[in-house]
């Protein structure tokens, strides 16, 4: 079964440098999300992207964050200046034509900023 | 963010019985919900969805009830299975048009214990 991919599954990093979490959507989506969860927390919505340019942002989507589909495979999130509040599950997710379809969800980048 | 909640963080139930997780809303736009799966270290899993036209869905041992005047909707497992324990939990979005991302609104979550 198709699936969404996420790397790295763990990205340690220094707070005020930059990092880039990678998504490989399911190849025939159009809908792509990025979400996060800090621990302890609700999943919450950050950005979603569609006809290449994003569609909707969350209030935590601000100038420090950045989204990419820089190919026909790859959705990236950029995170610049990095706070030890980004420490977080970062999870991608992508959704087929239609309505009422459903998001499915990569298996998350744990950020740890230190 | 209290769009979406549930209100059980825990639920333990005997294998072989029904699992009943409950999930309320609040906005009245809301008109998809899901149920997501989710084991340590994975990436929440697509289970089931009903849109608001209907008011039950059913998927193998799965079913959705969705009752729009409570705005309440409900997941029962039948019958329950060890393999079933993880954290569940429930998503909505409203559609506004096709250009728009369908954000997913989550609640906090019901962990699942199935016991032998």
């Known amino acids: 079964e198709p699936e969404v991919t996420q790397t790295p599954s763990h990205q340690v990093t220094q707070m005020g440098q930059e990092v880039i979490l990678r998504c490989v959507p399911i190849s025939n989506h159009l809908y792509f999300y990025w979400y996060r969860q800090i621990l302890g927390q609700k999943v919450e919505f950050l950005v979603s992207?569609?006809?290449?340019?994003?569609?909707?942002k969350s209030e935590i989507f601000d100038d420090q964050f950045s989204v990419e589909r820089p190919d026909g495979s790859n959705f990236t999130l950029k995170i610049r200046s990095t706070k030890l509040e980004d420490s977080a599950m970062y999870f991608c997710?992508?959704?087929?034509?239609?309505?009422?379809?459903?998001?499915?969800f990569g298996d998350g980048t744990r950020l740890s900023i230190l | 963010d209290q769009q979406v909640k549930q209100n059980s963080p825990s639920l333990s139930v005997q294998e072989g019985r029904i699992s009943i997780l409950n999930c309320d809303y609040t906005?009245?736009?809301?008109?998809?919900f899901l149920w997501y799966k989710k084991y340590p270290a994975e990436g929440p899993t697509f289970l089931i969805s009903?849109?608001?036209?209907?008011d039950k869905n059913e998927d193998g041992r799965f079913t959705v009830f969705l009752n729009k005047s409570a705005k309440h909707l409900s997941l029962h497992i039948v019958p329950s299975q060890p393999g079933d324990s993880a954290v569940y939990f429930c998503?909505?979005?409203?559609?506004?048009?096709?250009?728009?991302?369908?954000?997913?609104?989550f609640g906090g979550g019901t962990r699942l214990m199935v016991k032998p």
């Open positions: 906005n009245s736009m809301f008109d998809y």
């Open positions: 009903i849109s608001s036209i209907k």
């Open positions: 992207f569609y006809n290449n340019e994003i569609s909707e």
């Open positions: 998503a909505a979005s409203a559609f506004f048009d096709y250009n728009a991302g369908n954000m997913l609104t």
């Open positions: 997710a992508s959704k087929g034509q239609g309505i009422w379809q459903p998001q499915h």
